[in-house]
């Protein structure tokens, strides 16, 4: 059985998508006095900027960045009822430390200087949402949202980690360092998922 291709973002798609949501973010929040929306902008900058998993972006906190390194160690399923539950990632090789790109670096400072305005903020706080994280169906609707003003194909959240995959085999990254970026238990598992990006090999 064939499988299924995950759709991903170049990254002349990815400055459409990442613009328009800044525009969105930009426009709301100035309606509504409000920094709420600047949360998913980042979301979307962590997911293309880190590869990183949605319920591991969902569970970090500002004290997980430590000089330019982000810590990953937690992972957050959010459940109807209940509560969100907050475990250890994925497997074993999914705690790791990945460095910060600079376009990113310059997204997260911006937003941490905004959150430090707010009344009770702390380093525990979640990067994206405060006290509680941001909620799967809002971040769904805002990736719809912001592939419609940018008017280019809408892809998955995880689709996000195939676009980071993406730009480091672009750029002759070797394919255990995407591997350990990503989180896998094994090479193998990077190679069948990401082998399509390295086609003269």
């Given at each position: 059985?064939?499988?299924?291709?995950?759709?991903?973002?170049?990254?002349?798609?990815?400055?459409?998508?990442?613009?328009?949501?800044?525009?969105?973010?930009?426009?709301?929040?100035?309606?509504?006095?409000?920094?709420?929306?600047?949360?998913?902008?980042?979301?979307?900058?962590?997911?293309?900027?880190?590869?990183?998993?949605?319920?591991?972006?969902?569970?970090?906190?500002?004290?997980?960045?430590?000089?330019?390194?982000?810590?990953?160690?937690?992972?957050?399923?959010?459940?109807?009822?209940g509560g969100d539950r907050e475990t250890p990632p994925k497997n074993k090789s999914s705690i790791r430390s990945i460095t910060i790109p600079l376009p990113l670096k310059k997204v997260l400072d911006k937003h941490?200087?905004?959150?430090?305005?707010?009344?009770?903020?702390?380093?525990?706080?979640?990067?994206?949402?405060?006290?509680?994280?941001?909620?799967?169906?809002?971040?769904?609707?805002?990736?719809?949202?912001?592939?419609?003003?940018?008017?280019?194909?809408?892809?998955?959240?995880?689709?996000?980690?195939?676009?980071?995959?993406?730009?480091?085999?672009?750029?002759?990254?070797?394919?255990?360092?995407?591997?350990?970026?990503?989180?896998?238990?094994?090479?193998?598992?990077?190679?069948?998922?990401?082998?399509?990006?390295?086609?003269?090999?």
């Open positions: 059985e064939e499988k299924k291709k995950i759709d991903f973002y170049t990254s002349e798609e990815f400055k459409k998508y990442i613009k328009s949501a800044k525009q969105n973010a930009t426009e709301l929040s100035q309606s509504t006095v409000s920094m709420y929306e600047w949360n998913f902008y980042v979301f979307f900058n962590i997911a293309f900027y880190t590869g990183m998993r949605k319920g591991e972006i969902y569970a970090l906190r500002w004290n997980d960045i430590e000089n330019n390194i982000i810590h990953i160690s937690r992972s957050i399923t959010q459940k109807l009822k941490l200087q905004c959150y430090k305005k707010v009344s009770g903020f702390n380093e525990n706080w979640r990067i994206c949402g405060g006290e509680v994280c941001i909620r799967n169906t809002n971040v769904d609707n805002h990736n719809k949202r912001y592939a419609e003003l940018a008017g280019i194909k809408k892809i998955s959240i995880h689709g996000f980690r195939h676009s980071h995959a993406s730009v480091l085999a672009n750029n002759g990254i070797n394919i255990q360092e995407i591997a350990r970026r990503l989180g896998h238990s094994n090479v193998e598992i990077t190679w069948n998922t990401f082998s399509h990006l390295y086609p003269q090999e």
